[in-house]
C-alpha cells in the first residue's frame, strides 16, 4: 500500500477527539490522515481512566447513536459498570463505566488500523499550510509536507504545555509525550487569540501496598445496561463480565493541616501556574482552602487496567512535590503504607477561546480548519470525542459542497455542548452537566438512539445492521404503547378484588393500564405482573422497550410542557441573521451589545439570545430590525415581479 501526500481531511492529534474524528470521516468515505506523535496512544486516558455520568454520559449516549466509536468501545473494555441518580428522576439518569485502560487504547488503534479510507502518520505537526485564508495543508517537524481540503485540530492539552510538581516545572504534556510549541506559536501568529488553562491528575499507587480491609468497596451494577445500542443488539459484542469494584475512603484533619502547612509549594497558589483550573473537578489544595471547614473530602481507589497494578485515586489531584505527596497520601485510612508509582501534577496549556469558531467548530479566521477537544477550553474524553465527531462531519460534508451538519441545543446534549463554547465561551474548563441542558426531560440518556439514529444513518456513519435493529425498536415501542394506552379497565368487583389483593386501592371510574401506571405506587414490572390477570394484553419484558414506555407515559405531562416550551424556543432558531450584518449600525442597541455580536456572529435570533452580555431589549430590537428587514426584501420581491410581467 502507497500511502498518498493529498488527503480530503487531515485530523491533527489522535486524543478521544481525533480518533472520532478520524474514523468518522474516514467512514463517510472522505480520504482521511490521522496524525499524531505516538500511534501507540490513541485514545490516551491520561486522567481518570472512567467514562460517563450525568451530562457526560447522555454525551457517549448521543456519539454512539450517530455512529461514533466511544460507546462501543466503553462497553467491551468496562471493569464496571453503574447506573447513576436512579434515585432520581430519568432526566439526570446516567450510566458510568470504570474502563481498562489499556485494553480500550488497543481497541481503539485496531479501529484505526482496520478503517477504510483512513491512514495514519506517526509525526509531530509544526505548522500549516494556508493560502488566502484557507488551509490547504500541514508541515511536520521531520520537514515533511501532507495537503489537505480540510484540517481538524485536535491537540489536547499539548499546546505550549508545562507540568508542574511543586516548584519544579518543565514543558511537556501527559504521558510523558512533549509539549506542541510551534503549532500554537503559528495560530497565533495567523491572528488566533490563546489563553492559558490548568488541570492536574491525582497520584497512582501499586495496588498491594493498599489496605482494602478498612476501604468501604463500592460495586458494580450487573444489570446496569449499556452504552452502546451495538452491544444491546449485536450479541457478539454482548458480553458477562465480572466487575472489579472500587473502594471508597477519606481525607481528615492530618490531611488537611499537612496541605494547609505547605500551601506555598502548590504551584497555583505559589504562582507559578497562572491558568485558571476545573471548578467541578478541584485539586485537593483548592478543596481544603476553599472549604476549611469541610473534615472530610471522599476519595475513590478505582482499578486502572486488569493487566495493571496501579490503582488510581479519584478525588486527590495534586501539584505539591512529590515527598509530600507520599506524606500526604499516608495520612489517609487504608493508605498507611501505601507505594506511589506516579506522582501527581498539574498541567498548564494554550487553548483557544471557542468564540472563535462557528457553530460547524470550523474556525471563523482560516476557512477549512476546525478545533475540536480540548483546544477548545473543555474537559473530558467525553466532550472531546462530541466535538471530534461534530467537526469531521462538517469538514465532510464542506468537502462535498453539502448543507452543515449542526444539532440544536434543543435536540442534544451535544447542541447543548456546542452552542455554549461557540455562543459564550469559556473562561474556565467546561464540562458537561444535565444542568446546563434547558430540555434535559426530552433529551434523556435512554432516548438518545430514538432521537439521533436516524440522522447518524443519513450522515452514513451508522450501519445498516444497526438501523434495522433501531427501526424495530421504534416498532415494538410503538406497539407496546397502544397495548397500555389502549386496554381498558371497567370499575367491577372482579377489577377491584385483584386490585386490593394485591395492595392497590380499587377504581371508581373506567381506566386504561396507562392510567395505572401513572399512579406514584405503580411501575412498568408491577404493571406487567397485573396486566394478565385483569384480561389484559402481555407485556414486553425488554428493558430498553419497558424502560422508554414506562417514562413517557409516567412523565407524559411535564415532556408535553417541555415539548410546548421547545416549541416557541425554535420559532427563534429559525429567524436567521444575515451573515454580513453591520452590527454597529443599529444603535438602538447598547454599545456592549453590538461588540459582543460583532464578536460571536450569531446565525440565529436564538443564539444571539444567549450571548453574555445582550439583554432581552437587545433581542427585542434586533428582531423588529430582522421583521422590518424581510418586509422590505419582500415588498420588492413583489414589485420586482410585478416589473418583469
Not at 499546546?159 to 508542574?164: D, M, N, P, Y
Request: glycine content about 8%; hydrophobic content about 35%; charged content about 25%.
Amino acid at each position: 500500500m502507497t500511502q498518498p501526500d493529498s488527503f480530503q481531511v487531515i485530523v491533527i492529534g489522535a486524543g478521544h477527539a481525533g480518533c472520532e474524528a478520524a474514523i468518522a470521516s474516514a467512514k463517510m468515505g472522505a480520504d482521511t490522515l490521522l496524525i499524531t506523535p505516538n500511534l501507540d496512544h490513541p485514545a490516551l486516558m491520561a486522567c481518570n481512566p472512567s467514562l460517563g455520568g450525568p451530562g457526560k454520559g447522555h454525551l457517549v449516549k448521543e456519539i454512539d447513536a450517530l455512529g461514533g466509536v466511544m460507546g462501543m468501545l466503553g462497553d467491551q473494555y468496562s471493569l464496571q459498570m453503574r447506573r447513576l441518580n436512579t434515585g432520581k428522576g430519568p432526566a439526570v439518569q446516567a450510566l458510568r463505566a470504570q474502563i481498562d485502560k489499556n485494553a480500550y487504547q488497543r481497541g481503539m488503534k485496531h479501529l484505526l488500523e482496520s478503517q477504510p479510507n483512513l491512514y495514519l502518520r506517526e509525526g509531530a505537526v509544526e505548522s500549516l499550510l494556508v493560502e488566502n485564508n484557507r488551509v490547504k495543508g500541514i508541515f511536520t517537524r521531520h520537514g515533511s509536507t501532507f495537503y489537505a481540503e480540510k484540517a481538524i485540530l485536535c491537540a489536547g492539552v499539548y499546546l505550549r504545555s508545562e507540568i508542574f510538581i511543586g516548584h519544579y516545572h518543565y514543558s511537556g504534556g501527559p504521558g510523558n509525550q512533549n509539549s506542541s510549541q510551534g503549532l500554537a506559536e503559528f495560530l497565533v501568529d495567523l491572528g488566533f487569540q490563546a489563553e492559558r488553562l490548568k488541570t492536574g491528575t491525582p497520584p497512582r499507587v501499586y495496588s498491594d501496598s493498599v489496605n482494602y480491609q478498612v476501604l468501604t468497596p463500592v460495586e458494580g451494577e450487573p444489570d446496569a445496561g449499556f452504552f452502546s445500542s451495538k452491544t444491546v443488539y449485536h450479541k457478539e459484542l454482548e458480553k458477562e463480565f465480572e466487575q472489579l469494584p472500587c473502594y471508597l475512603t477519606y481525607t481528615n484533619r492530618n490531611t488537611h493541616e499537612l496541605i494547609q502547612d505547605n500551601i506555598n509549594f502548590a504551584p497555583i497558589y505559589s504562582g507559578l501556574i497562572k491558568g485558571k483550573g476545573p471548578r467541578y473537578c478541584p485539586s485537593i489544595e483548592d478543596k481544603v482552602v476553599k472549604f476549611p471547614d469541610r473534615e472530610r473530602h471522599p476519595i475513590f481507589i478505582e482499578p486502572e487496567s486488569k493487566e495493571s497494578c496501579e490503582m488510581y485515586l479519584q478525588g486527590i489531584s495534586t501539584g505539591l512535590p512529590e515527598e509530600l505527596q507520599q506524606e500526604l497520601l499516608r495520612s489517609i485510612p487504608g493508605l498507611e503504607q501505601v507505594v506511589i508509582t506516579r506522582p501527581a501534577y498539574a498541567i498548564e496549556y494554550d487553548y483557544f477561546p471557542p468564540t472563535q469558531l462557528y457553530p460547524t467548530l470550523e474556525t471563523k479566521i482560516i476557512n477549512g480548519l476546525f478545533f475540536a477537544g480540548q483546544v477548545n477550553g473543555t474537559t473530558g474524553y467525553e466532550e472531546a470525542a462530541a466535538q471530534g465527531l461534530m467537526a469531521s462531519i462538517n469538514a465532510v460534508l464542506q468537502c462535498r459542497g453539502e448543507t452543515p451538519f449542526i444539532l440544536d441545543r434543543t435536540e442534544a446534549y451535544i447542541g447543548v455542548l456546542i452552542d455554549d463554547l461557540v455562543t459564550r465561551g469559556v473562561t474556565e474548563p467546561y464540562r458537561m452537566f444535565t444542568s446546563r441542558c434547558e430540555y434535559r426531560l426530552l433529551l434523556r440518556h435512554d432516548n438518545a438512539d430514538l432521537r439521533l439514529t436516524e440522522k447518524g444513518f443519513e450522515l452514513g456513519l451508522v450501519d445498516q445492521k444497526s438501523y434495522h435493529n433501531f427501526k424495530e425498536k421504534q416498532r415494538l415501542i410503538e406497539e407496546e404503547k397502544d397495548k397500555v394506552h389502549n386496554y381498558r379497565l371497567t370499575p367491577k368487583s372482579s377489577t377491584n378484588a385483584i386490585l386490593e389483593e394485591n395492595g392497590f386501592p380499587p377504581i371508581s371510574q373506567p381506566q386504561t393500564l396507562g392510567d395505572l401506571l401513572k399512579r406514584p405506587e405503580m411501575n412498568y414490572e408491577l404493571i406487567t405482573y397485573l396486566s394478565p390477570l385483569l384480561g389484559g394484553p402481555v407485556l414486553s419484558q425488554r428493558r430498553e422497550i419497558v424502560s422508554e414506555v414506562e417514562t413517557q407515559i409516567k412523565y407524559e405531562g411535564y415532556i408535553s410542557r417541555q415539548e410546548a416550551s421547545l416549541n416557541q424556543v425554535s420559532r427563534m432558531e429559525a429567524k436567521k441573521i444575515p451573515p454580513d450584518l453591520d452590527y454597529k449600525s443599529l444603535t438602538n442597541l447598547s454599545i456592549e451589545s453590538r461588540q459582543k455580536l460583532e464578536e460571536i456572529r450569531p446565525q440565529t435570533l436564538g443564539q444571539a439570545s444567549r450571548i453574555e452580555g445582550v439583554t432581552p431589549a437587545d433581542v427585542s430590537a434586533l428582531a423588529l430590525y430582522l421583521e422590518r428587514k424581510r418586509r422590505v426584501k419582500d415588498k420588492d420581491s413583489i414589485q420586482n415581479r410585478r416589473e418583469d410581467s
